[in-house]
């Protein structure tokens, strides 16, 4: 299991906090997710056999954040 943190602009409200999570969620391989509004940030925790980082990335940018 491994944990990343990334840090995700344009994140205001619940509805963001809901749209990244369930984006993360929703891809095989990710066990638990954490945003935290307030840093812009966005912890990650994945089995790395499953999802890599550019995926999680992908499924938050398809959401429209940018992902750092």
């Known amino acids: 299991m491994e944990k990343v943190t990334l840090s ?3 994140m205001s409200c619940g509805h ?3 749209a990244v999570k369930g984006a993360l969620e929703g891809l ?3 066990h638990h997710v954490t945003v ?6 966005v ?8 999802v890599d980082i550019a995926a999680l ?4 940018e398809e959401q429209g954040y940018d992902v750092a």
């Open 8 to 10: 995700v602009s344009g």
């Open 16 to 18: 963001c906090e809901k």
């Open 28 to 30: 095989n391989g990710v």
């Open 36 to 41: 935290y509004l307030q840093e812009g940030k």
């Open 43 to 50: 912890d990650v925790e994945f089995d790395a056999t499953k």
């Open 57 to 60: 990335k992908q499924a938050i």
